[in-house]
Each structure stands twice: as C-alpha cells, then as structure tokens.
C-alpha cells in the first residue's frame, strides 16, 4: 500500500511501533517553529522508511497566512539548517524542479527565479558594487520530462559536468498524507531527490552517487493523494474504506488558495537559500540584486 | 449542517427519500453526455432544496482529458441549453465572477476574456467586415469584493443601469460534494447566483429581482470541501466522524491539475456562450474574431 | 499635425514662442526631482493648449534603474501632489484604465491591483485590526472598449452612481514626445482624462462634467510615435522629412524593457496613492495589507 | 559603426555598391511570400556582412494580423526551409534562447514550449497512440546568462554531450534595423547563433564547432535600435545626425503590440518546426498532442 508521502517524517509515524534499529530522530520547539531530525543509518532502516540513508530536517511552522510572517523565526531556522548541510567552499548549483505551468508543482521553478545567481559576475563588477564577496551559484530549471522529453538528472548531470559544482540543492513541491502541512512544512534532507517521485513516477535519482557531489533536497508539500486525505480522517473512527474507492485513487488535491502558498513558500525558500549561500549581504541587499 | 454544494442536483440527491412536492426532475442520455433538468415550484420545496424557485440544468460530462474533446457533443447540448433560456432580443451583458489571481476562481474572468464583445461594433463596420448581424455584448468581469471594496451585484447594478440589457448571463466558478464532478458537471439555471456563496461568503444575489432582467447563471464546480470530499467516501461504510475534525471544517481542495481544468471549462463555456449569442457565425469565425 | 503627447508639458514646450496668455507655469528642482506646475486659464489658452483648463503636475524624475529608488524622495513628492488635490473626506474611487493584456497599457491595470480596497471593510474589523481609521476606497479595472464593448465612461459613471465617490483617481498609460521620458515622468492633473487619448481614439472623457465629482488624473509616459520620435531627433538638423513616412504613421513604440518598466511604474504609483488615501498606515502597514 | 542588425539580409543591403566577390543571393516570390537566400562564401565575404560563412534564409511576408494568416502560405514556405536543412535521421535538439520574463525576448521560450518533445514516448506508446513513427525531438528553454550564472552555450553543450543529437535547432529574438520587419521577417540559417549578440552583448557561439553537430538557427526580430530606427528614416534625406544623440544609442525599442507580436510569431515558428520535424503527424494531431 502506497500512502504516498515524501516526508520521512510521516514514514517514521506511519511505522510506529514496527521501528526497527537505525532510525534516529529528535525534537525541539523554538517558538512557533518545531525542527525534527531523522537519521537513517541502516539498511533495514533504509527499506522500512523507503527512504535511503542519511539526515531528514524537518520544518514544522504554523500556516503562512500573512507575508510579514516570513520574519517570525521560521527564515532564520532555515536558514541555518541549509547552511549546517552546505560546504564551505565552491560553486554551488540550485535546481528548481517542477512545471511551472501546474500551480502546485510551480515552488521549484519559483523559488530558482528568486535566487541570485552569481557566477557570471566578475570579480571586478563585485568590487565595484561594493561587495565584500559573493558566493558563486548558478541556477536553473530544467523543466520537466514530458515538455523537454529529457529525463531531469540528464539535463542536471550534463550541466553539472561542465561547471564543476562543489554541491546542488535542488528544490520541488512534496506529497504529504495529511492536509494540514500543505504549505507549513519544509523537509530539508542530504539524500537528493527522484524527480517526481512524490506523484508516483519517479525519475532518475539526483544524489551523489549521480551526480558526484553532495546534493540537499529542500520540499515542502503541496498536494495530498485524496485516498490518503480521506484515510488520515478516518483514521480515528478505524475505518479504511477508501482504499476500496478506485476513483480516487489518482487524484492529488491541493487546497484553493494554492496560488498564494506557492507565493510565499518560494519567497521563504528563495530568501533562505540566497541567506545561506551569500553570508556578506543582509537580506535588503539580497532583496534589492533579485529582480 | 452545510454541504457546501452549489449544485441543484447534489441538493436533491441529499433529501433522498425526504423529498417534497414542488421538485420535479427529469433525466436524458445521449452519447456521452447527460442532461437533468430540475424545476423547483414551491415555497416548500425552495426551503428544502436551498436553492430559488427556477430551472436548473446539469449537464454531465466524462472527464476533460483532451482539447479535442470539446467537439464530443458537449458544445453542442451546452449551447443549446443556454439558447433554451436566452431571450431572443436585445443586449446581453455576461458577467464573468470570481478571482483571476486565484487558479480555481478564475473561471469567471477567463471566459470573460474570450467572450466576444459587440456593442461597440457600428453597423458600418459589421457591414465593412461581411458579417450578417451580431447580437449586441457587452462583458465585465468586475473582480471580487476583497480587491475592489464594491459588492459585484453593484457593479453589476451601476453597469446594466446604463446599458440596459435584456439579459445578463453570468459565469462563475462553483463548490461541489463529489470530486468526481470537478471539471465535468455543468448547471445552467435561471435563478441568478450570489457571488461567493460556494464558499460560505454570499454576496448579495445578481437575479431578476435586483438586475431587473432575467440572469442566467452557468457555473463548472472547481473545488470540494475537504471534510465533504471525506464524507462522500466514507457514506458507504456510515461513517460520519470528518464532521467532528475542526481543522478541516474551512479547508476547499481542488485536483493537483486545476490550471488545466480552468483552461478547457473556460474554452467550453465561451465558445458555447459566443456560439448561443451569435448564431449567425461560424465557430472559425468566433475564433478569428476573440483574440 | 498632431505630436501625440498627452502631456501638458511637451505641449506648452511645441508652443513655443507662440505661447498665449492663460498658460502660466513654475518649476521647481529638489534633489533629483524636477517638479513643474502648469495652469491653463482661458479659453484660448485651452485651444492653443489642447488641454482643458486646470491644473498639470508634471514629475520628472531619473531613469528608474532600482527597486530602491521609489524611497529616492520621488515617492514622497508624487505622494504630496496626489494628497494637494485630493477633498479631505468622503469616499474614493480609483480606476485602473488600460488593458492588462497589452504591456505598455497595462499600468492602470497593475496599479488598481496594488491600491488597498477599504470600502467593504466594516468598523468593528478595523478596530479588531488595531488600526486608527481608515479613507473609504473603492477600486475597479473596467477594461477596455474593444474587450467590454462598454465605453470605460460608461462603466465608471456606472459605478459611481451607486457607491457616490467625493473623488475619482484614474490612473493610465500615456504617449510621449519623447523616449527619454517613457517610466521617468509622471503627470497628475485635476481635469480628467480621455480614454485612449494617448492614441488616437479618444473614448468620452472622464471628468467633473461627466461624473459630477473631480477627477484626480494620473498618468505616467510608456510609449512614443515612431514618427514623433524620429521628428524629435532630427528636429536638431531642421529635418522633418518623417512626416510623409507613411509605414511609421500609426506605429507606437516601446522600450525592449518595458515588463520592468511597467512594474516599476505601477509600485510607485501604487503606494503612493496608498499613501496619500491611507495617512493613518505606514509604508510597511500598507505593504502587508495589500496582498 | 555598428547598425545592430542580426538579418544577413539588411547586412547585405548596407554593403551596397561595396559588395564583394563571395556573397551570392537570390529571390523569389509567392504570393506574398518573398524568400531570398544569401550565401557567404568567402572570408572576405564573411568579415564584410560580419556574418560566418553559410547559408541564410530570409522569408518576408506581409504583417501579422490576423490568426488566420499562419495559413496564408507563410507556414508551408518556413516548413519547408527548416525541412531542407535539417538531417534526416536522429535526435533533434530543439532551443528556445531568451527571457521569458522580457516580452520582446521570449520567442525563444514560447516556442519551445508549444514544440512537442518525443524522445521519452516509449515505442510502445507510440504504438498503442495508433501513430507511425515520431522523430526523436528534444527541448529546453536554458535561460539567460543574468538569472542562470551560466553562459547558454554551456547549458546546451552539456545536455548535449548527454543526448546526442544529429542536430540542434536554435530560436531567438532578433534586431533589425527596419521597424517594419517586427513580426514580419523570419530568418533561417545555418550557421548557428551567438545567444544576445543581437543586443550587443555577445555569447560564446553555438554552431558546429561548439555543439559538434549542425546548428539551424531560427529568429524573427522583434526589436529595433532607437537611433537605427532614425537612421533608417532619415537616411532618405541624407541626414544621420542622430548618430550624435547619446540617449538613444542603447534604447530599443519595440512595437506597443509587443505581446500579441509574440504570441502570433511563436506559434508559427513552432507549428513550423513541429512539421519539419514531425512529418508523419496532421497539423491537427501536432495541435492536440502540444498542451
């Protein structure tokens, strides 16, 4: 049975008591904001989690529901969490995966427009602007396979190829199993990503053992397989009727005003990601180089 | 208990066996596409069905899945069904409701875009252009109440008070029970419409009694009501336990795909609406002349 | 021999020496900002002018190049010239004139969506808000002709007649005289505005005559005649070969940047009508405010 | 003295009388379709149309005004050329250079987001879709240098070097030097493109001797150099003084219809490449096979 989730989180408790040895987790709550870490570190732990080894960060804030929201603490706990996953040194490349054409899968080509890209900007143009140093990152969104007819890892693979990363951090629209998380949840693992995975059809892995270098996953859910909506209620009376109800079964449902969670969950994304990689400017500075 | 339909005939598969007189409904399949009228006759039966004494059209359809699709003979019984109810006469304003910026509320303003407005079109320049005669059509999409501070039934108002239409066809973005119906159920109805009452925030009603002429509302359900969707599914096994879960109680899901299923709904209902109104062009002519 | 200018501006500087009496002007230069006041105040002065009689503001700034720049002081001049001719009570109406599907026209479009709509909210929510009071205003994009088939005069008279507005703001792309001017000056005038002037279709004036209260006009130069422009520069060289030029006759041109433009444009205008309508909230209260 | 012309045509027509050995053209008419093909042959030739050696298609047709008119004889002619150039066998990598978000320059990405991609549709698929056989095709829309931190040609090379194509096909946003041109003239060559040289701000190329395999650039101008524009004016009164005018010098400038321009040139430079490339398929199945 499918509950067709990318969280580990939701993996860890749906497991529940059959946990076996290797998986790790801990919690702690600042404010507002609730950060879990998972560690898988077992095989076993590996094919019970159906998630591959490695750190799971968890994100759990309450629902955007204003823009000045994105100052509460939640920016800055991303923020560092990014930054604890990044190596010191090294271009790294920001990937947005997704369609933008499809709402709720536009957060990773959304927030890859919002990120500084740097690498083209000569040294002599960085003193001339008066800054101090800037991290050197390129972006892009490589589109998704039925519109290039190119797997993703290939398009990422063969940039990656020639401009040498030190790491990626891709970013893209999650399934969860519960409703409430859609849009105040963020996962941030170390593992990489199966494009597309979180719909049923995965892609070729983006990790290291493809693409070379260390590659940080950043999601936050944003559809619901509807069977699984209807099971997370029904849960508590222990009826599991729906999974009998074949027109569900494909259905992924996102919540009305998912126009504006993709707008300020790439917002947040975006300034969290540019925070991390370019630690000499303050966020004004950053706000005022992203077009 | 609100149900959060705005379909006539989910109404009255809800009073089932309570059923009252003054509710008649017929049924006829052809092809692929069913149409079921239902006329509401009386006091009593208006206060049963939460909906104005009135005809109302449902017209379903399989699922939309292909641009072609449009030509399955769905077009056809759609205009047919709007001509049915268009006075023969005079000016007809369409009013396209609902929120361009919010994907599943968009239907409204996208089939105001392609309807073909003529009013302001002389005589000369029909002649000029070879054209028979077109029905003189104004459209507005007077946005909604939380971006422009006006209730639209004003707008509405101020706009017909100088224009003074036969008849005003409105298009609006509607709730249902099913997601099954989402994108594949069209009402058609005499009775006019209150902005916004889909979900839960009536606005004062745009019918004959506040336009002064007959107001023919078309409407495609977009969204369901997450705790609805739920009971839907567990009605089979008479569990009723989603009405407890406060969380879900305000949450509208729509289909991961809805900027595709607002695209073709808004094609079918503009092309039948410009077809209705101008019976003396060609659908290639229609389409040459809406930008 | 028409020039194509909507400014009141470049049409006393065609002028010349033939200037008339009733034509009476005053500069004044702070920091970047050149602040220029024309009065028109006889009948001739309106005929030689093609202007009406009253007063033209016109703003010239530098080159918007920056986001930063709105706060260069030009936000608070523009804002302190909207507050002059604004009535000190009563509600207020803004229109966004243009079409939204067109980039240079689409100014008063984009600037109607950022203007914070306050009309609907009721007392008791302002005070929940903890905010002082708030100016009642009412916002419409009415479209335009060739998408509505309604005059926009039409519609705004419309409108007015029920919610009884102390004052209408439009605000609408103009034409210049001049490259140099498109997204770098801005003219605010107190006698209204004809639709579609700019080029060449002159729709029924909007204005005290027409809608009973003043009209507070806003307006900021997005194109120039390709015949116009050429005029401009040769004129240097006394050439005024253009004219006979028949393929340049109709055709508008724009900067290749005109999507920045636009955005910029509209920010400005935007917050500064925010401001001026809104003395109670800060720069910040309004941002948050205005989805 | 640069004239910012990226048409081998208006290249040719400035060399005039100096013309020289190695440069051979010729025309012809169809109804309203003139095509004339330039081949530069020499290395002299090439250093004096500052053009590379190669052939250059240029196809005029009368002004886009109408949607209707991509039949007119226009489609068949462009389909007809790019056919001539291409390989017959192997994957065809297809590249839409440009911004999206500056409407002058995304040709590019429109029309690579209406050319149907077909390298990922198993031939079980393609089977079971009742159709022949599909040419391998391939697309991306790589971005630009400012939002990416990568030059184009490295995003081409390495999904390049990855999928092996026999042949790239490149599509850009051109400048002429005739406003006239704007959305009229579409230019064929194959000699590959240098991504932003139109605008002064040269790329590293993409041709066969970066890329390994032929390039067929495909571009339509959609801008002209302010002072060019003059210029071209003038130039029948023998006046360039515009050259001196400094403000003009980086301006360029586009029609105000720029969006419908666009939109009108993308979708017949991609039905023309989907033809070209999809031989076996109606214009109809391109039609419902492209989203």
Chains 1, 2, 3, 4 share one sequence.
Do not use: W
């Not at 067709?4 to 529940?16: F, P, Y």
């Not at 290039?148 to 290939?154: A, D, K, P, S």
């Amino acid at each position: 049975m499918d509950f067709r989730t990318d969280l580990a989180l939701e993996r860890r408790d749906l497991l529940g008591a059959k946990s076996t040895d290797g998986i790790y987790s801990e919690s702690e709550i600042n404010d507002n904001v609730r950060v879990t870490r998972i560690r898988v570190q077992s095989d076993e732990a590996e094919k019970q989690l159906l998630k591959p080894k490695g750190k799971y960060v968890t994100i759990e804030v309450p629902a955007f529901s204003d823009d000045s929201e994105i100052f509460d603490g939640r920016l800055d706990v991303l923020t560092k969490e990014i930054e604890l996953l990044l190596p010191k040194r090294g271009t790294v490349l920001v990937v947005g995966l997704g369609n933008e054409l499809i709402t709720p899968d536009a957060l990773g080509p959304k927030v890859a427009s919002s990120v500084l890209a740097t690498r083209h900007i000569s040294k002599e143009l960085i003193r001339t602007m008066g800054l101090e140093k800037l991290r050197c990152v390129a972006v892009i969104a490589p589109g998704v396979l039925g519109r290039t007819g190119i797997e993703t890892g290939e398009i990422v693979r063969g940039v990656a190829d020639r401009i040498k990363p030190s790491a990626v951090i891709t970013v893209d629209a999650l399934a969860s199993r519960s409703i409430k998380r859609l849009g105040s949840t963020i996962q941030i693992c170390d593992t990489g990503i199966s494009p597309g995975s979180g719909v049923g059809n995965a892609r070729k892995r983006l990790d290291k053992s493809t693409l070379g270098v260390k590659v940080i996953s950043i999601g936050v859910p944003t559809v619901v397989d509807a069977a699984t909506l209807t099971y997370d209620f029904t849960d508590k009376e222990k009826s599991q009727s729906v999974f009998v109800l074949p027109e569900s079964e494909n259905m992924m449902v996102t919540p009305k005003e998912i126009d504006l969670l993709i707008d300020r969950a790439s917002k947040l994304v975006s300034m969290a990601i540019n925070r991390a990689l370019q630690t000499t400017l303050s966020t004004e500075d950053i706000l005022s180089l992203v077009s």
